[in-house]
């Protein structure tokens, strides 16, 4: 994997990977979205949905063997859910809060992780693998934990290299190297001409060019931003530099999670996009972008940007890994799978100033309020959203998948309680 995080913590974006081998979940959402028992086994709330009691699952075992307890379920709950009380009484959770929580389920499917607290002080989880190794930032190495409460899982141990670049993942692929690795829109025909799979999520990436928040006392002119943004023919992009993959946006949250990413306009308009650079003072016409080395297909959509710019009157130079560029293209993933939630985390990400109020940022936020607040945090095109690209993963043919569960989730995390190797038996 290309991230190279320093720790395995359950709270740390660039590890969310990782921590889905070691840490659960109360709840799980299934392939078709519905909420189901993990480590609840069942959960009721009032009519309001202001009080939720979840009852947990008898005999689970941390890694170093100690209980479940509601207690610790509480304590790891807790930070999670600000301004909400999260107690525990007995072998239940219940949780509390002012106002209605009607997708609590959701935020507890995805970002309530489980975890203790070892002897050595660090985490421990209750999950299909446990941590038996760890060099910060160049290596991983999980083993099955024989005593899960699900079964054993079927692979003996998994061995994850960290801060490794796309280039090197394809090769370690076809080399017979590896069995799973990080996959671009533009390795899915390659990958399928070998005979590998592949394995995507919904598409929860953002790709999108971002302008640096402006100097103390400037605003920075919103007419070269305009014209940058009217200038891109995404569909071209789309069908050559990402072979189809993903789709084509102008929002930042991606269709399957808002419902209204159509309502924001893709389509470029030249006209419009010379008449607001005509009108710009010649220095202001040209501007450096840059880009991450190691980001998909992120060199290709940068000099294609500069080419479409230049069909607009503006001059963009292309300069990878340059902090000091006036634009950047960034990917950015969804965290959430509630729309508030992701919203507002990808806001924080993009260092937008975000206009989300505190009643929308909460769970139960209606599409239009949504709506109005991305609305919002695109005016004036600080952020440019261009594709909602799937994580894609680039498999070897003797990884195998028991039953109908994916290997992944929507949001690209994996789920390898279920995968086994040819060879062996399930």
């Given at each position: 994997?290309?991230?190279?995080?320093?720790?395995?913590?359950?709270?740390?974006?660039?590890?969310?990977?990782?921590?889905?081998?070691?840490?659960?979940?109360?709840?799980?959402?299934?392939?078709?979205?519905?909420?189901?028992p993990w480590?609840?086994l069942?959960?009721?709330h009032?009519?309001?949905?202001?009080?939720?009691?979840?009852?947990?699952?008898?005999?689970?075992?941390?890694?170093?063997?100690?209980?479940?307890?509601?207690?610790?379920?509480?304590?790891?709950?807790?930070?999670?859910?600000?301004?909400?009380?999260?107690?525990?009484a007995?072998?239940?959770?219940?949780?509390?809060a002012?106002?209605?929580?009607?997708?609590?389920?959701?935020?507890?499917?995805?970002?309530?992780?489980?975890?203790?607290?070892?002897?050595e002080?660090?985490?421990?989880?209750?999950?299909?693998?446990?941590?038996?190794?760890?060099?910060?930032?160049?290596?991983?190495?999980?083993?099955?934990n024989?005593?899960?409460?699900?079964?054993?899982?079927?692979?003996?141990?998994?061995?994850?290299?960290?801060?490794?670049?796309?280039?090197?993942?394809l090769?370690?692929?076809?080399?017979?190297?590896a069995?799973?690795?990080?996959?671009?829109?533009?390795?899915?025909?390659?990958a399928?001409?070998?005979?590998?799979t592949?394995?995507?999520?919904?598409?929860?990436?953002?790709?999108?060019?971002?302008?640096?928040?402006?100097?103390p006392?400037?605003?920075?002119?919103?007419?070269?931003?305009?014209?940058?943004?009217?200038?891109?023919?995404?569909a071209?992009?789309?069908?050559?530099?990402?072979?189809?993959?993903?789709?084509?946006?102008?929002?930042?949250?991606?269709?399957?999670?808002?419902g209204?990413?159509?309502?924001f306009p893709?389509?470029?308009?030249?006209?419009?996009?010379?008449t607001?650079?005509?009108?710009?003072?010649?220095?202001?016409?040209?501007?450096t972008?840059?880009?991450?080395?190691?980001?998909?297909?992120?060199?290709?959509?940068?000099?294609?940007?500069?080419?479409?710019a230049?069909?607009?009157?503006?001059?963009?130079?292309?300069?990878?890994?340059?902090?000091h560029?006036?634009?950047r293209?960034?990917?950015?993933?969804?965290?959430?799978?509630?729309?508030?939630?992701?919203?507002?985390?990808?806001?924080?990400?993009?260092?937008?100033?975000?206009?989300?109020?505190?009643?929308?940022a909460?769970?139960?936020?209606?599409?239009?309020?949504?709506y109005?607040?991305?609305?919002?945090l695109?005016e004036?095109?600080?952020?440019?959203?261009?594709f909602?690209?799937?994580?894609?993963y680039?498999?070897?043919?003797?990884?195998?998948?028991?039953?109908?569960?994916?290997?992944?989730?929507?949001?690209?995390?994996?789920?390898?309680?279920?995968?086994?190797?040819?060879?062996?038996?399930?």
């Amino acid at each position: 994997m290309r991230a190279a995080p320093p720790a395995l913590d359950p709270a740390a974006q660039d590890a969310a990977s990782l921590a889905s081998l070691v840490f659960e979940t109360l709840v799980r959402i299934d392939a078709a979205g519905a909420p189901q028992p993990w480590l609840a086994l069942s959960w009721q709330h009032d009519a309001a949905a202001k009080r939720w009691q979840f009852t947990l699952r008898p005999g689970v075992k941390f890694h170093d063997g100690s209980p479940l307890t509601a207690a610790a379920v509480a304590a790891s709950l807790q930070p999670v859910l600000p301004g909400v009380a999260v107690t525990a009484a007995g072998d239940a959770v219940a949780i509390r809060a002012s106002r209605p929580l009607p997708d609590l389920l959701i935020d507890l499917a995805h970002a309530g992780l489980i975890f203790g607290r070892n002897s050595e002080g660090g985490f421990t989880g209750t999950g299909p693998f446990r941590l038996t190794a760890f060099e910060a930032g160049r290596r991983a190495t999980f083993s099955a934990n024989q005593d899960y409460w699900g079964g054993r899982p079927f692979l003996d141990a998994i061995d994850v290299q960290l801060g490794r670049g796309p280039r090197d993942q394809l090769a370690d692929l076809e080399l017979g190297k590896a069995d799973v690795v990080e996959a671009g829109p533009t390795d899915v025909r390659r990958a399928s001409e070998h005979g590998r799979t592949i394995w995507s999520s919904s598409a929860a990436s953002l790709i999108a060019l971002l302008f640096p928040p402006p100097l103390p006392g400037r605003t920075g002119d919103a007419r070269v931003r305009e014209a940058l943004a009217l200038s891109i023919d995404r569909a071209a992009m789309h069908t050559v530099l990402l072979q189809k993959q993903g789709e084509i946006t102008a929002a930042l949250l991606p269709q399957w999670i808002s419902g209204y990413a159509f309502a924001f306009p893709a389509a470029p308009d030249l006209p419009r996009a010379r008449t607001l650079a005509s009108a710009l003072p010649p220095a202001a016409r040209t501007l450096t972008l840059t880009y991450d080395s190691a980001m998909r297909a992120g060199r290709s959509l940068a000099d294609r940007v500069a080419v479409n710019a230049r069909d607009a009157g503006l001059n963009v130079q292309v300069a990878p890994q340059n902090p000091h560029a006036d634009v950047r293209l960034v990917e950015v993933r969804l965290d959430s799978l509630d729309p508030a939630q992701a919203l507002a985390g990808l806001a924080a990400a993009l260092g937008l100033q975000s206009p989300v109020t505190p009643a929308h940022a909460e769970s139960g936020a209606s599409p239009a309020a949504l709506y109005e607040d991305e609305r919002k945090l695109l005016e004036g095109c600080r952020a440019i959203p261009l594709f909602h690209l799937p994580i894609l993963y680039g498999v070897a043919g003797r990884v195998r998948v028991y039953g109908t569960a994916p290997p992944i989730t929507r949001l690209g995390d994996w789920r390898f309680g279920n995968v086994w190797l040819s060879g062996t038996a399930p």
